[in-house]
Every structure is written in C-alpha cells, then in structure tokens.
C-alpha cells in the first residue's frame, strides 16, 4: 500500500462543501501533479494531505494510520509542505529561516545537534543558496525566496514533499528553475505532491497526473496516458489541440483559437 | 551568531549578545531599584542600601529598607517583567508592533474592573485587585471569542477587534469617572495612571508568585511562539500544534498583564516599547521573551526613579506615558518613512 492516502474524505469549510467522497493515493516515489479549474478543490485536497484541514468525513492515511491521530513532530518528519503563501518573519536570514525546518527534530535539551546543522547545510547546497546563508530573506528576488523556502522544506528531510502552488508570483525563468529543482528532488527518491496552475508545466514534470473538477477527480495517471483535447475540455471547459512537446515529448495543450470562429459568427 | 553548547545527544543553543544584553539590562533594573530604595524623605546612599539587603546594616536602616522600600522596586522589577514578556507574545502573534494588551483592550478591560470595585461596589483592596483581573481576562476571552472563526484565531482579527474593545472599554471608563463623587473619582484617576507609591510586600508577594508559574509558562512556549511567526499553515505542517499553543499563549499573556495591572494599575507604554528596544538591542529576529521582560523590568525600575527624582511628584505612569509617547510617534513617523507598516 502506498504511504499517503485519502478515503471518502467530505471536505467543507464552515458551511461550503468543497468535496465529498473523495478518494486519493498518491503512489509512494511519484511527482504527483493535481491540476483542475479554480475553485475545484485542488488546493484543499493538498490541505487535507498535510493534515492542515480536518475532513469533515473519512480520512488521510499516513503509513496506514489515521494522520491526524500521530503526534504532529513525528508526522513533520514524514511530511512537509511549502504552503502557498508563507510568512517571512522581519529581518530574518536565510541560514536562520532554513533551520526552522529542524523543528520536528527539536527539544527543549536537543536545540541544534550536528544532525540539524548537517542537514540544514545540505539544504540550502541542494537549492543552491549557501552563499546566501547570511542576507536577508525579505531581500532577495520572488525567486531566491521560493529556493529559500524549499531549503526549509528540504531541511525537515521528509521522504514525502506537498507544495501548494510553487511557482505562484514567479516569472517563467524562476518557474522552470523551481520545477527543474523539484523534479531533482522527486529523482533522489522523494515523493512529490504538488498544486500546479499551468497544465502544461503539469505535463512536462508529472509522472502521475491528478484532473480535479467540481471537487471530484476526473482523470488519473501518466500524462502521456490521460491527457487528450476532450479531457482538457471536460476538466477545464477548453476546446484545444494537444502535440507533443518538442522538447520532451509529453503532452502540450494548445488552446484553440475561438477568435476566428468568433468573427466567424458575427458576419 | 549564536553558539552552541553539546554533550552527547543534548544540544543547547545559545547568544552571546542577547545573553550579554540581559545581563546589562537586569544591572540597569537592580542598580535603579537600589536608587529607589535609597530614595525617599530619608535618604539611604547606594552602599547602605545594599548593605542592609545583605544584612549587614543597622536595624533602622534595614526596617526601612526591607520592609517600606523594598517591596515597592520589587513591583516596579516584577511588573516590568510581566509587562515585557506580554506585550513580546501579543506582538508576536499579531505580527504587528502595535499589538501589545495595552493597546488590545487588556489592560483597559482590568481598569474598567477596578474602576468598578471602586467606584459602584466600594470594595477595597483586595476586591480592586480581584475586579481588575477579572476585567483583563473578561475583556481577553470576549476579544477572543469574537476574533474566533473558522477553528481558530487570527493575529489580525485579534488585533483590530482588541482596539475596537479598549475603545469602547475606554468610554466606559471616563463614564464610570464622570459619576463618581469627588474624592472616589481622585482614587480612580490615580489609580488610572499607573502607580507604584505605597506598595508593599501584600502587593510584591502575590505578584511574585503569579510570575513564578506564569513566566516559566511562557518561556516554555517561546520557541514555538518563534515558530508561528512562519504562518499557521507553515508551522503546523512543522508539527506545531498551533491552536492549542495560541490559546496557552494567550491565558500566560493575560495572566502577566493582568497581575502587573493588579499590582501598579494600567502603567502604558511598557509591554508596547520594551519587545521592540529588546528587538534592537539583541539584533534578532523573532520574539525573544526574556530580553523583553528583562528590558520591561528596566524601564519600569528607570521610570520610578524619574519618577522619585522629578521636582513635583509624579506617578510612574505618567513617565512611562511620556517616554512611550516619544517612541510611539517615532516608532509611526520610521515606519511611515518606509513605506511599509
């Protein structure tokens, strides 16, 4: 069995019932992509995955047991998540930021083992920010930040990553660095769970693909396998071609261009 | 940079320039309560001061010192701590300079208690101290309650709802104020402005006692006060039980503002200034609940030998008024130059 699943989970914040008899496996060494239209339940799905929001019904397996019953420091050391829009506290630095990652590992007579400085050190070499261990997170670019908050993740050494709309706010240069690092990360041997607004960026890094719609998953699996114009329709409501991506082969969603028919129909 | 210290499987961490600060801070606090010991209409100097608390002076000397002076700088030490360490966790989880309890209604909610003790149920004592804890944490739960939403509370919501609070606790206050007789009405207002004239070790001990379980408390939950400044969403998903901390955290705060607003009334300014000084001092980032305290317990030790030293006599609450007015409007005028808030 896989090590992160969810059953029949009813999601619903206060009285809004976002999904209902919603079941997921994420297949354990897999860079899991959920994609779907805004509002579908995606990134609730992630928040229910990292025990951030409690299922009104059923429940998020971790490892077989009901997640929400373990002590939460023993659940950080198996699960991390880069939320989508974290708190940068004032003035911190990035060395200090990263090794907040190691609280799961702390105790009140177990501040700072050479363990916690070991793999903070790791962290920040894996994203490429060692040398920008002592500036001022609030300083540096959108996309230096995202590295910075990946080390943190990176530091909690969980085998499974959820991250919740990554490339946010990014430009497309910094897109694609944080994927092409994530998907690194996915190939050391973690397990990846991540909300992605571009579909395409979901084909090009995803080895399993998760297609939400009105808080039910329409379609799952390889991208290659599942993504097809009329699923793209189904899921997004848009008429459009699919190629293969010259450069690495997987799926590319070519929107169609309505405007002729548009003006089409207007004469 | 911090430095650690290891045996085995133990680490501790530590800062030699907040370890360095308060130690210079907690100097300062003393070395001020020893002034207001020697201060009064018979003056003690410095040396015979510390030579009666060693029990090396005359029995004159020491009457005055240990029993009529000494538990007035022990309030202004204690309270001060109180102060520091509640206004360092209401920041910290407001996220914001300006949540300190006496701006959030807290320390306004125990004058309206008090005020009520004096003013309507003529209690003494005792039932002003009762009334104006139960005015902190009366006032506390209800800004809680109505900050609750959706399985928990914000450090926003609790912060605007708190100043919508203190306003409206305020104007009851001066109501309270306006109908009382003459020589009530002289007792409350000077029990508004903070004071430490006249405390005694009825007043010192209680308030010992209180921050011997409320400041262990709080400093047990510092780190992961330290940890929610990342977001809630980040800081439980690093196993930091969020909610439950935040409501631990909130008790101790009120707890500290409402034993210090007990023991020298409202004093403004302390729990506002003294996180941020510390802040500055100590060059970290994120709470750091003893150099609030310490840096509390020195301003309001300073403020109370300005206070003794002044030509006319002033209460300790209108010198900490002053110098807090002085770091607010610098404070705002920083912040605006900015451009941020």
């Not at chain 1, 999601?11 to 976002?18: F, I, P, T, W």
Request: charged share 15%; aromatic share 4%; with cysteine.
């Amino acid at each position: 069995m896989n090590r992160l699943v969810a059953r029949d989970l009813t999601l619903a914040y206060e009285q809004r019932v976002v999904a209902e008899g919603l079941g997921v496996e994420v297949p354990d060494g897999s860079f899991t992509v959920i994609v779907g239209p805004n509002g579908c339940g995606k990134s609730t799905l992630l928040r229910a995955l990292a025990r951030l929001l409690k299922p009104r019904e059923g429940a998020v397996f971790l490892d077989g047991e009901p997640i929400l019953g373990q002590p939460a420091k023993q659940v950080a050391r198996r699960v991390g998540l880069l939320p989508q829009q974290p708190v940068t506290p004032d003035g911190i630095t990035v060395a200090d930021l990263v090794a907040r990652g190691r609280y799961p590992y702390q105790r009140l007579l177990r501040q700072w083992s050479r363990e916690d400085e070991r793999a903070v050190a790791a962290a920040m070499e894996a994203v490429g920010v060692t040398e920008l261990a002592d500036r001022v997170v609030d300083e540096l670019s959108g996309g230096q930040r995202q590295r910075v908050w990946l080390a943190l993740v990176l530091a909690q050494e969980t085998p499974i990553m959820l991250l919740d709309e990554p490339t946010t706010f990014l430009d497309i240069a910094h897109q694609i660095e944080v994927l092409d690092l994530c998907s690194r990360l996915h190939e050391e041997g973690r397990t990846l769970v991540a909300v992605l607004h571009d579909l395409n960026h979901a084909c090009r890094y995803a080895t399993h693909l998760i297609a939400m719609r009105g808080g039910e998953i329409v379609a799952q699996g390889r991208p290659s396998d599942i993504v097809t114009a009329e699923l793209v329709e189904r899921v997004f409501g848009l008429p459009c071609r699919i190629i293969d991506c010259p450069e690495t082969g997987t799926p590319l969603v070519v929107p169609a261009d309505r405007r002729k028919a548009l003006t089409a129909g207007m004469l | 940079m911090s430095r650690v210290v290891r045996a085995g499987a133990l680490s501790v961490r530590w800062e030699p320039r907040a370890a360095a600060v308060g130690v210079g801070l907690l100097a300062v606090g003393l070395a001020a309560a020893v002034f207001v010991v020697g201060t009064g209409d018979f003056p003690i100097s410095a040396p015979e001061v510390v030579r009666a608390l060693v029990g090396q002076g005359d029995q004159a000397t020491t009457f005055i010192v240990t029993e009529l002076r000494l538990p007035r700088a022990a309030v202004g030490l204690l309270a001060g701590l109180a102060l520091g360490i509640s206004g360092a966790i209401f920041q910290s989880m407001s996220r914001n300079p300006l949540g300190s309890p006496d701006l959030i209604g807290f320390t306004t909610g125990a004058s309206t208690g008090a005020l009520l003790q004096i003013l309507v149920f003529g209690g003494g004592t005792l039932a002003i101290a009762a009334g104006s804890v139960a005015g902190a944490v009366g006032t506390a739960a209800a800004v809680y309650a109505l900050s609750y939403r959706g399985g928990g509370v914000s450090g926003h919501r609790l912060v605007l709802i708190g100043v919508g609070a203190a306003a409206m606790l305020e104007a009851a206050n001066s109501y309270l104020i306006t109908r009382a007789e003459l020589r009530e009405a002289y007792e409350a207002a000077f029990w508004l402005t903070g004071s430490l004239n006249n405390r005694g070790w009825e007043h010192a001990a209680p308030l010992g006692w209180a921050l011997a379980v409320l400041v262990p408390l709080a400093l047990a939950y510092g780190r992961r006060l330290t940890m929610g400044e990342l977001g809630d969403d980040a800081a439980q998903a690093l196993g930091v039980p969020v909610q439950r901390s935040r409501a631990v955290l909130v008790a101790v705060g009120v707890g500290l503002t409402a034993v210090s607003a007990t023991a020298v009334g409202p004093v403004p300014f302390v729990a506002l200034v003294a996180p941020q000084l510390a802040r500055r001092l100590t060059r970290r980032t994120g709470p750091h609940l003893m150099s609030a305290g310490l840096m509390g317990a020195a301003l309001l030790s300073v403020g109370d030998l300005i206070s003794l030293k002044l030509p006319v006599a002033v209460p300790v609450g209108v010198v900490t008024g002053a110098l807090g007015g002085l770091y607010l409007v610098w404070l705002l005028a920083a912040t605006g130059r900015k451009g941020t808030t």
